[in-house]
């Protein structure tokens, strides 16, 4: 046969068509008779998973726990049974008995009488822990012991999720031990979520293989709604329900002998905590394990190397949902993603923990800190720089050697210890007292972006949220004790105005002063004082801290709130007391020959510019706001004969200090303008003929809306206007 074309080829090869076919073999065949059907073939029986064997230490621990907790309850039985008043929310009276009525039977007696609106309709659904006058937490399930007023509290408090999360970390605990019989260390929750640190089998590690698997064993333990009990024992007691377990033993042999310990149990798992607990392990419906990393059981190299296994948990599978939805939205914002794809920054591991800011993401940085540097000025800030390397000496004087050298990059010269700054107070300390200081200078404020360096452990580096080098607009405010609510005030209008500029919502605490403070109690008590009221006058909720201040001085700390929902803390406001009386700063005083020490406050607002733009990035999604943006506007010309008025036009913006660039390329106009909205320019300014001709351009946003026509000088004016007025 001769060559045919391919299409003809491929004709006469395909199988002939009924019209094709000989009319004999279209004439319709006999049915065949039905083949009977054949029996299906039995299945072979599925082999059950294999049954994992409980951990060694279960049964000793479980039948010890049992022993101890059965005598307590029969020394429990001897306590005295007498009338006690319960206050409820809503002012009624319970009356109840000591040492038998418990706060579970009490929300249920009332909520189930129908005669009281002392506790809301949902009560016995959403209720976690009970607390007792206003301050003490109290197990649900535990007997009260005295006159009392009563509140119960829901998951959507900050109190109920701890203890939920809390409580579903023993949960996790319970399951870590049946699946892989890990040693469990600690196991607390966070603000967001909840882990455990456990030791595990080296050849079996777990993965994010395992997580699925993990979490079913969990939700068997949910299902079962196991109570959680509470036990009271002695060292020697907790001693023999945790000898199998070395991390348990640490925390058994730092309790003083004669002090209490408390156990709570929950199904085989018996674990040593203060509590308290909600009652059942039913409550967690919605649960997933979320990731794992590798720590070290003292938080240092030399501990143990553990894992730890992140979790979350909600009353319902809905939050549950929500929450995972709120996680990949995350994650479309993560600022590793958006800085990789719109090349501002990347990490080598040449360098790691240390950013690089490509040119884009450094015209973020760079506007960021001239935006706070032109406050600086109006707010009658100095700006200072100070060395980024000192001898040890500094940092002893200033006590960082003892308190902090562990999170410091320290090296030797010339036989002689050194260390990186990782902070800039002491070195302002030194400029204060370079010379005689006069009250009527006072209050002097230094400012400084100075490059900082913190040895943060390999493990927790995450991209530009935990670094090691970094820059924060710092200050330093050196002032008289009658000026430190005026100090403190203007400092938090500067907070404010700053965070109003990026939209975020505020959330504020009060941080009192740690055991391990120092210095004059009475001055801490004054510092504390002066704090309160600024935070008072300014008219929003803040919430105290008990406990929570730097060991030299109370401080505000402030939180924000990001497009996710998700909180931050960035600013900070503190007192210090100790850094004056370490360097001998003083002053002389209106009166002759009498000197005083000034008080110090450290401010920070954006906190660290690396953290802070990670954290505007996710934010905004990297969709930056005009004046922020690296990538403001860009010229495109309809086609290449229009390219030299497209970069005329271009210069005209670049002269007046904006961010431009010119689509050059030979792609499709439509193709251009998408790419321009995808990369995120602020404005779109298309040339052509009629624009050439009239000398305008025609204007369109990134969202895509279509302004048209406009001249050059009133997109600069309006330009200049968006930039003044951080827009």
Known sequence: ????????????????????????????????????????????????????????????????????????????????????????????????????????????????????????????????????????????????????????????TDEGKHVFWHSSAHILGQALEKKYHALLNVGPPTEKDFFYDVKLDE?????????????????TIVKQKQQFQRLEVTREQAAEL???????????????????????????????????HIPNTGLPKGFTVKSTCSVFADGKTTGDPLHRVYAVSFP??????????????????????????????????????????????????????????????????????TPNIFLSDLWKTSGHWAHYQENMFCLKCDEQEWALKPMNCPGHCLMFANRIRSYRELPIRYAEFGVLHRNEVQGALHGLTRVRRFQQDDSHIFCRPDQIRQEVQNVFQFVKYVYATFDFQLRLELSTRPEDCMGDLKLWETAENELHTVLKESGMPFKINPGDGAFYGPKIDVHI?????????????????????????????????????????????????????????????????????????????????????????????????FFVDVDDSDKLLQRKIRDAQLAQYNFILVVGQEEADSKTVNVRTRENTVRGKATIADLLAEFAQLRKDHK
């Open 203 to 219: 050849a079996h590690p777990i993965s994010e293989n395992d997580f699925k698997e993990l979490t079913k064993t969990v939700l």
């Open 1 to 156: 046969m001769a060559d045919q074309p391919i299409e003809q080829q491929q004709k006469l090869d395909a199988p002939a068509t009924a019209e094709q076919k000989p009319k004999q073999q279209q004439q319709r065949q006999p049915k065949q008779p039905k083949q009977p059907k054949q029996p299906k073939q039995p299945k072979e029986p599925k082999e059950p998973p294999a049954q994992i064997p409980p951990p060694p230490f279960w049964q000793a621990r479980l039948e010890t726990f049992e022993q101890l907790y059965a005598a307590q309850q029969a020394e429990h039985e001897k306590l005295p049974r007498t009338p006690i008043e319960v206050k409820l929310p809503n002012g009624d009276i319970f009356q109840g008995t000591s040492n038998a009525t418990t706060p579970i039977e009490i929300i249920k007696q009332v909520s189930q009488s129908g005669t009281s609106n002392a506790f809301p309709k949902n009560i016995l659904e959403v209720m976690v822990i009970a607390k007792l006058d206003g301050k003490e937490l109290w197990d649900l399930t535990r007997p009260l012991v005295a006159s009392c007023s009563l509140d119960v509290l829901s998951f959507d």
């Open 242 to 276: 945790f000898k199998y377990n070395p991390f348990k033993m640490e925390i058994v042999n730092k309790t003083p002998a004669t002090d209490k310990i408390t156990v709570y149990r929950c199904g085989q798992l018996v674990d040593l905590c203060r509590g308290p």
């Open 316 to 385: 319902t599978k809905q939050q549950l949902k929500d929450y995972e939805e709120k996680i990949r939205q995350a994650e479309l914002r993560d600022h590793r993603n958006i800085g990789k794809q719109q090349e501002l920054f990347f990490f080598h591991p040449y360098s790691a923990g240390s950013c690089f800011f490509l040119p884009h993401g450094y015209r973020i940085y760079m506007t960021l800190m001239q935006f706070i540097q032109e406050e600086y000025h109006k707010r009658d800030y100095t700006e200072v720089l």
């Open 561 to 657: 709130q990001d497009a996710l929902g998700r909180d931050h803390q960035c600013a900070t406001i503190q007192l210090d007391f100790q850094l004056p009386i370490k360097f001998d700063l003083q002053y002389m005083t209106a009166e002759t020959g009498k000197w005083e020490r000034p008080v110090m406050v450290h401010r920070a607002i954006l906190g660290s510019l690396e953290r802070f733009i990670g954290i505007l990035t996710e934010h905004t999604a990297g969709k930056w706001p005009f004046w922020l943006s690296p990538r403001q506007v860009v010229i495109i010309p309809v086609s290449q004969k229009f390219l030299a008025y497209g970069q005329e036009v271009a210069k005209a913006f670049h002269d007046d200090h």
